[in-house]
């Protein structure tokens, strides 16, 4: 039988644990406050800030919700940050991506504050992840690494091939799965657009981690029997359903699931997992800053 890891339910006892460093802070009048700022008008970007305002609003984390037009000057995002960043009462600053094409990225990223930086996107916090020194661990990549804790699967000595190579998850999740820590001590390797020979990576694979964005790329053809799936993809695809849009993930998940042990379904995987740390990382900055 396949396991199928139930993001939703590992997520909720990670918010139910929170609660109680969340009262402790409140005993001593601090508040743990999360700032998240859209500029964009992308669907699906929007859903996702507002899914992390409402994550907070259950906790107890007070959420500031910051739109920008997307057409805006990059000056007011900047000068945005500037405020978020001098203002006391917050802890975390996360800045939905992608942002318009006419805003610096990397800019961005580098005028937050790295101890507001709940995303840990800084380079600072990027540098302190790789040197094994974490401040606060990029929320997808975390996250994943408690889905596999909680499924009982120990990545030491394992075969764990990552597909994508984004700042956001193929990075630092490759990074996390080479540490000598717990949740790491396994053999990586990172695939991308440019890997010949994909399916031979993947097939000698103990653990694949699907991060590419491309919908069901990897199939139960590119997998060895007992192999543990984790699927990162969120692909809206055209479909005659009630929102005229379905969620897909980067993994064939019918196909795949006859080979696995474990799979991450696509929604209810990875996507509750990656809001679930973001609070964790608000209550760590927030812990942090009043200390
Ligand atoms: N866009 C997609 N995933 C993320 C994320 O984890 N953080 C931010 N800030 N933007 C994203």
Known sequence: MTDVIDGNAVAQGIRDDLRASI???????????????????DPASETYVSMKQDDCEEVGIEA???EIDSDAPAEELFETIDELNADENVDGILVQMPVPEHVDKRAVLEVIDPEKDVDGFHPENVGRLVAGNARYKPCTPHGIQKLLATAGVDTEGKDAVVVGRSDIVGKPMANLFMQKADGGNATVTVCHSRTENLAEKTRDADIVVAAAGVPEMIDGSMLSEGVVVIDVGINRVDADTEKGY??????????????ASAITPVPGGVGPMTRAMLLYNTVKAAGRQSG
């Open 23 to 41: 009262d402790q802070l409140e005993a001593e009048d601090v508040t743990p406050t999360l700032a998240t700022v859209l500029m964009s008008d």
């Open 64 to 66: 500031i919700d910051v």
């Open 246 to 259: 379905e969620l897909i993930g980067d993994v064939e998940y019918d196909s795949a699931k006859d080979k």
